[in-house]
Structures are given as structure tokens and as C-alpha cells.
């Protein structure tokens, strides 16, 4: 089992930046990990996502983040981070921190509320 828990949302101004954190319990056991928002009246939606060096250490993001956004790992801390940056009001959204173990089963936060308003 895999527990996620977020932290770091909160109100932004337009062009700002903010950083979001996930501390993730069980962490050996993870293949796949990564953010994914919802923001208001739409569908859930991939952010980024990074796997394990041994599934190949590949990053793939959003076209609509790429260049602004970036996910890093601490392993000491067992916790990932979404650093955002010159952010836009359509990146008003729940943000979601997301995992996949080694047997693929999914495992989700419980998100975290991310608002970008002047």
C-alpha cells in the first residue's frame, strides 16, 4: 500500500509561482509517480509524470506546462515536488499527487487546491 499526502497549495497571483509538495509512504515500492489537476467543470488531466530509473527514468509533461513547471524528488524525504512558475489562471485547478506501484495498481492524494487569481 501506498499513502500520498499533499501540501502546499494556495492563492497565487497571475505570473507567480508556488510549490507543491507529496510525502509518499512505502516509496520502494513505487514504479511511477506524478501530479495530475482538475480544475473547475473539467476532466482530470495529466500534469507530469516521472518513472523509476529501472522503468527508464523517462519525464513527460503537458505541452500546457512544459517550460514552467517542473517535478523533482527528494528520496531522503520520500517526497516529490511540483515547482510552478509564471502560472495562469487555467492553472486553477485541484492538484493531485499520483502513484503507481510496481504491481500497477494507482494510488491517489486527496489534492491539493491550487488558485491563480489577481
Known amino acids: 500500500q501506498v499513502q500520498l499526502v499533499e501540501s502546499g497549495g494556495g492563492l497565487v497571483q497571475p505570473g507567480g509561482s508556488l510549490r507543491i509538495s507529496c510525502a509518499a509512504s512505502?516509496?520502494?515500492?513505487?514504479?511511477?509517480m506524478g501530479w495530475y489537476r482538475q480544475g473547475p467543470g473539467k476532466q482530470r488531466e495529466l500534469v507530469v509524470v516521472?518513472?523509476?530509473?529501472?522503468?527508464?527514468?523517462?519525464?513527460n509533461y503537458a505541452d500546457s506546462v512544459k517550460g514552467r513547471f517542473a517535478i523533482s524528488e527528494d528520496n531522503a524525504k520520500n517526497t516529490v515536488y511540483l515547482q510552478m512558475n509564471d502560472l495562469k489562471p487555467e492553472d486553477t485547478a485541484v492538484y493531485y499527487c499520483?502513484?503507481?506501484?510496481?504491481?500497477?495498481?494507482?494510488?491517489w492524494g486527496q489534492g491539493t487546491q491550487v488558485t491563480v487569481s489577481s
Open positions: 499520483y502513484a503507481r506501484d510496481r504491481t500497477l495498481a494507482d494510488y
Open positions: 512505502n516509496i520502494d515500492s513505487i514504479d511511477t
Open positions: 516521472i518513472t523509476s530509473a529501472t522503468s527508464g527514468g523517462r519525464t
